[in-house]
């Protein structure tokens, strides 16, 4: 797959007003009541996020291709996938329904969506044995540094909406910037060399999201975009969502 056109000379862009999407206590809040519902009735699994442009579906579909052409490998011992911002974990659980049998890990930072996840995990577990397991972790990719799980870097990090949130976030890190603005260099270790981040955003188009990640000097480069339906208005053409896919150089 051929990337286009290197985004390096385009300057980041504006940031968005800050929203109580982008606070921990709206997360611990909304996984609370999930987590509730869940143990009411467990067939209710919570919000499937960007289920309106049936993005997990294209997701899953854009992965299965890339096997399909043995760039990954959904065998045991294959591909591993790292989900940031995990919330109930449903991206990794429709991997494991596809059929693929590599080492799964979601983190997010919400002990609550921890909970939830684990609690969904272990029904399906009992259902799949142990071809469906996996693992959930709490951890704050912005302020805690990678553990054990890392090794060498994983296979596909996913971000279904996680750099939207912290995009939405009105916190600064130490130096005074807007903490999306070090999100990139935070992620950069946690992909393998010749590795991949698919990242899934609605606050962001393709153009901004190339500029937040595909910088000179970065270790991410633009490979490919997982296609979706377009719109016209006002003479200008654009989508809902976008998934695109950065390949992490050194191999």
């Not at 987590?35 to 992965?63: C, K, M, Q, V, Y």
């Not at 009992?126 to 890392?150: C, H, N, S």
Request: some cysteine.
């Amino acid at each position: 797959m051929a990337s286009s056109s290197s985004s390096s000379n385009i300057q980041p862009p504006p940031h968005l007003s800050p929203s109580e999407l982008g606070t921990k206590e709206y997360w611990d809040n909304t996984y609370t009541v999930e987590l509730s519902n869940h143990a009411l009735h467990p067939s209710d699994e919570g919000t499937i996020w960007f289920s309106d442009a049936s993005a997990e579906e294209r997701i899953l579909s854009f992965l299965a291709s890339l096997d399909e052409v043995s760039v990954l490998g959904k065998n045991e011992g294959g591909t591993r996938f790292l989900d940031l911002g995990t919330g109930n974990g449903h991206l990794l659980f429709a991997l494991r329904e596809e059929g693929w049998r590599g080492e799964m890990l979601g983190v997010d930072y919400s002990a609550k969506s921890v909970e939830l996840a684990r609690a969904i995990g272990e029904r399906k577990s009992k259902e799949a044995g142990a071809a469906g397991e996996v693992r959930f972790e709490e951890w704050d990719i912005l302020t805690q540094e990678p553990m054990e799980w890392l090794g060498e870097g994983w296979d596909v990090v996913l971000d279904k909406g996680t750099f939207d949130a912290i995009s939405l976030s009105g916190q600064v890190d130490g130096s005074g910037k807007r903490v999306c603005e070090g999100y990139r260099e935070r992620v950069e270790p946690l992909v393998k060399p010749g590795g991949r981040l698919l990242i899934t955003s609605c606050n962001w188009t393709s153009e901004e999201l190339r500029a937040w990640f595909e910088v000179e000097g970065g270790l991410f480069e633009y490979e490919t975009s997982v296609k979706y339906p377009s719109f016209t208005f006002g003479g200008r053409t654009g989508q809902k969502v976008c998934t695109l896919c950065f390949k992490r150089k050194g191999r």
